[in-house]
């Protein structure tokens, strides 16, 4: 296929360099897989049935100088000043500008089409979507193809420890809090029922303790189900102090790029997710009781 590219009019993810015919607007993703058959819409072009392949990224349509000189060569070959740009930010001129009478069922109209050196497939382009009024098939339908309880008891069965009832525990390496030097503790207070409740209920997320440093002011909240989610106020003194990373978190960009040609996708909500995070000595900031795992409100 030949490259994305861009110019007068705007093609993918490439800004142009010139005003734009049409205003429309650049994606801000483009995934190429090959398993995925491209879409081809039959025209007549200048007399002639072509199949051109649909391109949704490109405002244009075009052609090879190659094709060009094997069924259009009595056209006649314009001079144009666009100004084009492969996705890769490499910029090309056209060798010129066609303009053949291009027919699609009742519509007829005769439409620029751009000629360019050792380009490969004819791309059908917005341009002559919207001028010829061609309607795309839904691709953003979803269809369920089965709903196999079987399957479904298998693949909870073979990762039992991720859908097990309780709470979860994540496995990678203790979490750390760190604070600024020389930075006192804050005030002391008094666990309530609820956290000395939760505290013997054996689970490691609170963990009783003689006396501590530090200190914060819990938030109980009662959730839907009735249960008690005990947060801790840590913008008042923890959070304050805390060593922040700016940018933890990898960019949406980045994880849709390892995204890329897959077919299966979920989305799991972790139950308690805080509370699954293990704390290393540095618990000792968290206290309302001693906190043994991360608790909601703290900065991260």
């Not at 314009?78 to 009478?101: A, D, T």
């Not at 039992?160 to 390496?173: E, M, N, S, W």
């Not at 700016?246 to 805080?274: C, M, N, T």
Request: with cysteine.
């Amino acid at each position: 296929m030949y490259p994305y590219i861009a110019g007068q009019y705007s093609v993918n993810v490439v800004q142009s360099e010139t005003d734009s015919l049409l205003n429309s607007e650049a994606s801000d993703e483009v995934m190429v897989c090959s398993h995925y058959k491209p879409l081809f819409i039959s025209l007549t072009v200048h007399g002639r049935d072509v199949q051109m392949e649909c391109d949704t990224g490109s405002a244009i349509s075009c052609i090879s100088y190659e094709l060009y000189k094997q069924q259009f060569s009595n056209l006649k070959l314009n001079m144009c000043s666009l100004l084009l740009r492969y996705y890769s930010g490499e910029q090309v001129k056209p060798v010129g500008v066609i303009r053949p009478l291009v027919k699609y069922k009742d519509k007829e109209k005769h439409l620029d089409l751009y000629v360019i050196k050792n380009g490969k497939s004819i791309l059908l382009g917005r341009q002559w979507l919207a001028e010829l009024n061609i309607k795309l098939p839904p691709f953003g339908s979803l269809n369920c193809l089965s709903n196999d309880v079987f399957n479904l008891n298998d693949f909870s069965s073979r990762y039992c420890k991720v859908f097990a009832d309780g709470l979860g525990r994540f496995t990678g390496p203790l979490v750390s809090i760190r604070v600024h030097a020389s930075t006192s503790a804050g005030l002391c207070v008094t666990c309530t029922r609820g956290a000395r409740t939760r505290a013997a209920g054996g689970d490691g997320i609170l963990t009783p303790v003689d006396h501590s440093d530090w200190a914060t002011i819990i938030v109980p909240e009662v959730k839907k189900d009735g249960n008690i989610r005990i947060c801790a106020d840590y913008k008042l003194i923890l959070n304050k102090v805390i060593e922040v990373d700016r940018y933890p978190l990898p960019r949406v960009e980045d994880l849709l790029v390892r995204l890329q040609g897959g077919q299966w996708f979920s989305k799991i909500d972790l139950s308690q997710a805080y509370a699954q995070i293990v704390l290393d000595e540095s618990a000792k900031y968290t206290v309302i009781n001693t906190h043994t795992r991360a608790c909601l409100g703290i900065t991260a």
